[in-house]
């Protein structure tokens, strides 16, 4: 069975949107985009659609290419100070000549949305930030849509990176979801896979897991993208062989990344929230 993204997706914007409809102001969300990539500028542009559409207001901001990164600072610093922004990212990735930890930190963390900074890395891990990793945050969403109980479920983790594999083995941790990790140096991920019951991958490699490695009734949610043929989207898995394999999949598109957008807007009612709250 497809596990269907986007209405997971659908059923957050909803009471997104029913949020927005009752604070005193419009929330600015404002994703950077730095120089003229097809495919960042298509995630920005539908990052964009999904705000207006719950009632948000975008903040255009886009930066040449060779902008400097004490340059790109100070634009965050600027846009740090709009009135009502409650969401600033910075479309990933960027070009090596910018130190890109300098320019996530630049984010004021109150609307650091992605959990990209400094601050609010230390708030998740510590157990106590007010906002999640919208990419990890959809992965858990997608797995409790699932009803099943992953107490009892041997769970795998390929990929240990900052927004994804590192923060979702966090979140299973907490909730006692036991589980293992498989990263590039690993040496019996082939056993692993073999093994598991429920598989989030989010390598960026395209279809490095197929069918035969797998499980039989394995409950498989792919968290990777990378860019394929005439810039389309694939993901980790090669869903033609593993959907005859696995319980439950999630496709890409049309999968994590619909409930990673909508997990970001519903980051940026919590920044917007906590506006209130201070007034």
């Known amino acids: 069975m497809v596990i269907d993204g986007k209405k997971i997706a659908g059923e957050v914007l909803n009471q997104v949107s029913e949020m927005v409809s009752n604070f005193s102001f419009v929330p600015v969300f404002c994703d950077i985009l730095v120089g003229d990539n097809p495919?960042?500028?298509?995630?920005?542009?539908?990052?964009?659609?999904?705000?207006?559409?719950?009632?948000m207001k975008f903040l255009n901001a886009n930066f040449p290419g060779n902008i400097t990164t004490t340059q790109l600072v100070e634009e965050i610093k600027k846009i740090n100070q709009t009135l009502n922004i409650?969401?600033?990212?910075?479309?990933?990735?960027?070009?090596?000549?910018?130190?890109?930890?300098?320019?996530?930190?630049?984010i004021d963390?109150?609307?650091?949305?992605?959990?990209?900074?400094?601050?609010n890395t230390k708030l998740f891990y510590s157990g106590r930030a007010y906002m999640e990793f919208p990419t990890a945050k959809a992965v858990m969403k997608i797995l409790?849509?699932?009803?099943?109980?992953?107490?009892t479920k041997k769970s795998l983790i390929v990929?240990?990176?900052q927004l994804v594999g590192r923060p979702v083995s966090f979140l299973f941790e907490q909730r006692g979801w036991p589980f293992a990790v498989a990263r590039s140096k690993t040496e019996n991920i082939g056993e692993l896979l073999a093994s598991a019951d429920v598989i989030v991958s989010a390598v960026g490699k395209p279809k490095i897991i197929t069918g035969e490695k797998l499980k039989s009734g394995?409950?498989?949610?792919?968290?990777?993208?990378s860019e394929g043929v005439s810039g389309s989207v694939v993901g980790d898995v090669d869903f033609a062989s593993v959907s005859n394999v696995a319980s439950l999949i999630s496709p890409v598109p049309?999968?994590?990344?619909?409930?990673?957008?909508?997990?970001l807007l519903e980051n940026v009612c919590i920044a917007a929230q906590s506006k209130v709250s201070e007034n």
Do not use: R, W
């Open 159 to 161: 990929g240990f990176g």
């Open 109 to 119: 963390p109150q609307i650091d949305v992605d959990c990209t900074g400094e601050v």
């Open 144 to 151: 409790d849509s699932t009803g099943l109980d992953f107490t």
């Open 218 to 225: 394995s409950v498989v949610v792919d968290a990777g993208t």
């Open 39 to 55: 495919v960042s500028a298509q995630y920005v542009k539908m990052k964009a659609a999904a705000a207006e559409k719950v009632g």
């Open 254 to 263: 049309g999968g994590v990344g619909p409930v990673t957008v909508a997990c």
């Open 86 to 106: 409650c969401g600033l990212i910075v479309q990933l990735p960027l070009s090596e000549h910018i130190n890109k930890e300098d320019v996530l930190n630049a």
